[in-house]
Nanobody
């Protein structure tokens, strides 16, 4: 099994930057992709970004394109989400997820391993 631990959330002002990290441990060789999702109060969990673990192909939801960058360090088994030009509407709990069955998916149902989540709050 794979375990995920997120870090890097916090309280920032609009326009600031944050970098989230997701460290994977366990059977990391079985990972096909890692992704970031977020969930704001009263809303569904939504896709933010993902990266295929072998090829590094990236996918983004439209609202974060040009502001967020997902990357991975295979040697450290860690994925990152660099978030720039943050907006109040980016406020949410951010979850790291891994898929051992599918690569390149933006659906939360394709991800079978989840971290505990980290809060990101952007004040205006």
């Amino acid at each position: 099994q794979v375990q995920l631990v997120e870090s890097g959330g916090g309280l920032v002002q609009a326009g600031d930057s944050l970098r989230l990290s997701c460290a994977a441990s366990g059977r990391t060789f079985s990972m096909d992709a890692m992704g970031w999702f977020r969930q704001a109060p009263g809303k569904e969990r939504e896709f933010v970004a993902s990266i295929t673990w072998s090829g590094g192909t990236t996918y983004y939801t439209e609202s974060v394109k040009g502001r967020f960058t997902i990357s991975r360090d295979g040697a450290e088994n860690t994925a990152y989400l660099q978030m720039n030009s943050l907006k109040p509407e980016d406020t949410a709990v951010y979850y790291c997820a891994a898929s051992t069955v599918v690569s390149g998916s933006t659906s939360r149902y394709a991800y079978n391993i989840w971290g505990q989540g980290t809060q990101v709050t952007v004040s205006s």
